[in-house]
């Protein structure tokens, strides 16, 4: 076996359901699932449409590449959101991948050298679980940056010393943050930029929450943003990540790309080619027409809006917790724990919530997420309201 693998901890939901294992919580209240990042508005009905169209070409292999019109559409959709001055080069900047999780966990395989000094691969906390397995059975060790209050839960890269960075062949940046919502400048990503010239390392900006903004004409900035910006067009160094999960409520199609440093994505389509993860071609036709559509998305956010505007109404003055600037998580301070926090909710409220610490690691400073939840307002606007109800309730009742 494979002995990376021992090193591997429990994934967060594993570590939840064994939490809730053996608690009946109150029949008259009906469950509401917020602990799962997965949207649950319906899904464009041109994609689903087109898939139905097209379910004949389940007959034929799909191209690891991804289909030509595939990539086009993902290149004018990326050059046109972020504002490229350059666009983006469907041939050899682009390219489909089967949602961003398989995407990320392989990438660090092509990245990484386990030969010679011993490999970082640095990372927020709390962070994506991906980042960590990726790296861990790529040979590499992971270096985590404790994301907090005090450093407006954006990691503070200035304080890592030289030696971490010498040592560093990956880094992995999520902006707007999971769990957080917190979203890099521009500024802020072209440092990263200038770090990875100065010690030679790659950085792979997570960016599936991109389109989940709460200010309209406020929409984050990206990696390939900052290059462009910096007139950097050939995005040495840097790749993005993105998906349809979020911004188009189709986390079952698993349909995702990454995009910039050519040079890069030559050698992990290479890896892709004996790694065998290619999309179906109707998944392909109908992510294309997924990227062309923008009134599903501008859609997405108005019910975002409404729900953040609704729960944050009423737990305001209950719980320390802001509007997240995207996403759709609230990230709030809590009065206990946040593991007996989720594991009292679901006791009795029936309302399953994610533990912070189950989505971060201990460091010599703690666990910065030992007092936070992650609740998704995944749900429906009114079953959120019904939960942000109970959570109040739930919360009343700690105040002695």
């Known amino acids: ?76 959709w990326a050059s046109k959101r972020f504002n490229l001055q350059r666009a983006l080069n469907p041939k050899t900047q682009v390219l489909p991948v089967s949602g961003t999780r398989e995407a990320l966990f392989s990438f660090a395989q092509t990245v990484i050298d386990r030969h010679g000094h011993q490999p970082l691969v640095v990372c927020p906390n709390p962070f994506y679980q991906i980042y960590e397995g990726a790296a861990l059975l790529a040979g590499a060790t ?18 890592v010393p030289d030696t971490v960075w010498q040592q560093c062949q990956l880094l992995y940046v999520c902006s707007p943050g999971n769990p957080t919502g917190a979203v890099m400048s521009s ?67 698993l349909s995702g790309f990454v995009a910039g440093d050519g040079a890069i994505l030559k050698q992990f389509l290479h890896y892709r080619t004996y790694h065998g993860s290619a ?26 809006r409404a729900k953040f505007d609704a729960v944050l109404d009423i737990l305001n003055g209950c719980l320390q917790v802001q509007r997240p600037e995207a996403g759709f998580y609230l990230w709030p301070k809590l009065p206990i724990k946040g593991e007996l926090f989720a594991q009292r909710l679901f006791a009795e409220q029936h309302i399953t919530v994610l533990p912070g610490a189950y989505l971060a690691r201990d460091t010599e ?13 995944v749900a429906s606007e009114a079953d959120c309201i019904d939960a942000a109800h109970r959570i109040r309730h739930f919360v009343t009742s700690l105040t002695p």
């Open 1 to 76: 076996m494979n002995k990376y693998i021992t090193q591997l901890q429990a994934y967060p939901t594993e570590k939840l359901a064994a939490l809730k294992a053996g608690i009946t919580p109150p029949r008259e209240l009906s469950h509401i699932a917020l602990s799962v990042g997965e949207p649950k508005q319906p899904p464009p009905a041109i994609v689903l449409r087109t898939l139905k169209d097209n379910l004949d070409r389940m007959a034929h292999y799909p191209p690891i590449k991804g289909l030509p019109e595939l990539r086009r559409a993902i290149a004018q």
């Open 187 to 253: 500024e802020q990503l072209q440092q990263l930029i200038h770090l990875a010239d100065r010690f030679d390392f790659v950085i792979a900006a997570d960016e599936c929450y991109s389109d989940l903004y709460l200010q309209e004409g406020q929409a984050p900035a990206g990696l390939l943003q900052a290059c462009s910006d910096m007139g950097r067009h050939d995005y040495r160094r840097c790749v993005v990540f993105n998906s349809l999960s979020k911004r188009s409520n189709l986390p079952g199609m």
């Open 279 to 304: 999309m179906p071609i109707p998944t392909q036709l109908a992510s294309s027409a997924a990227w062309q559509d923008e009134a599903h998305v501008l859609a997405n956010r108005d019910a975002y």
């Open 142 to 159: 992971p270096y985590f940056l404790n994301c907090s209050a005090s450093n407006d839960f954006i990691p503070d890269f200035a304080s």
């Open 365 to 377: 400073s703690g666990n910065p997420g030992d007092d936070y939840v992650r609740i998704a307002l």
